[in-house]
């Protein structure tokens, strides 16, 4: 079974500067995809980034970086230089193998921009 | 690009009736949709996979007879609330996923608000 662990219930940060939201996930299989999705107020899910277990670099999508430590088992998200837009839910993600399969979720942070 | 969308974005209905909600992949074909679920303030939860011309696969305590999937065509997958209750209140949500765009990304329709008086 796959398990996403998302610690940080809530963050502030100030505009204009980085934050880390915090992801451990667990599993058996060699071959799965970390995701990370953004959820504002109106409820929609905006993909953001994806890392694949077997990548050898960390993925990058303008502001947005993903800290990928495989042996500690952990998928940060960095976003840098926050704007007031930032503002949601954001969700730690993981499937099996390549991405196309359904997607376990971890429970969540809520981040809040501050001007 | 890959559109998913949703209708009704937000529904009420009576205890007792039923609902469909219907996702759609507006540029693609998706073989395969999921479904959730996300009560307030919680995490989604993965309800059943949708897969087009087959029986949906459903999650572990999630009621096949109450919640019923049909994936018709390659752009259409309904989930239909049967004798709705207000406990079934709930923000549903579809996606899809396209391996020939390349990317590895899951579509996410709006969602469905759903709430039973």
């Known amino acids: 079974a796959q398990k996403i662990t998302q610690t940080q219930p809530g963050m502030f940060v100030q505009e204009k500067e980085a934050v880390t939201l915090d992801c451990t996930y667990d599993?058996?299989?060699?071959?799965?995809?970390l995701f990370w999705y953004k959820q504002p107020s109106s409820g929609e899910m905006i993909f953001l980034i994806y890392?694949?277990?077997?990548?050898?670099q960390n993925a990058t999508e303008g502001r947005y970086s993903l800290n990928f430590q495989k042996a500690r088992k952990s998928a940060n998200l960095v976003i840098s230089a926050s704007q007031l837009g930032d503002s949601a839910m954001y969700f730690c993600?993981?499937?099996?193998?390549?991405?196309?399969?359904?997607?376990?979720f971890g429970i969540g942070t809520k981040l809040q921009v501050i001007p | 690009g890959a559109v998913v969308s949703q209708h009704p974005s937000w529904v009420i209905c009576k205890s007792g009736t039923s609902v469909k909600i219907e996702c759609r992949s507006l540029?693609?074909?998706?073989?395969?949709m999921f479904w959730y679920r996300q009560f307030p303030k919680q995490s989604l939860m993965l309800m059943a996979t949708?897969?087009?011309?087959?029986?949906?696969?459903?999650e572990q305590g999630v009621e096949k007879d109450k919640f019923l999937i049909n994936h018709a065509s390659l752009t259409l997958s309904t989930l239909t609330v049967t004798s709705a209750h207000p406990e079934d209140s709930s923000f549903y949500i579809c996606?899809?996923?396209?391996?020939?765009?390349?990317?590895?990304?899951?579509?996410f329709g709006p969602g469905t608000r759903l709430t039973v008086t």
């Open positions: 996606s899809a996923s396209n391996p020939r765009l390349g990317t590895y990304e899951q579509y």
């Open positions: 599993t058996s299989d060699p071959s799965y995809g």
């Open positions: 890392q694949g277990s077997y990548d050898q």
């Open positions: 993600a993981m499937t099996k193998g390549g991405g196309y399969q359904k997607v376990t």
């Open positions: 540029d693609f074909q998706a073989t395969t």
């Open positions: 949708s897969n087009e011309g087959s029986k949906a696969t459903y």
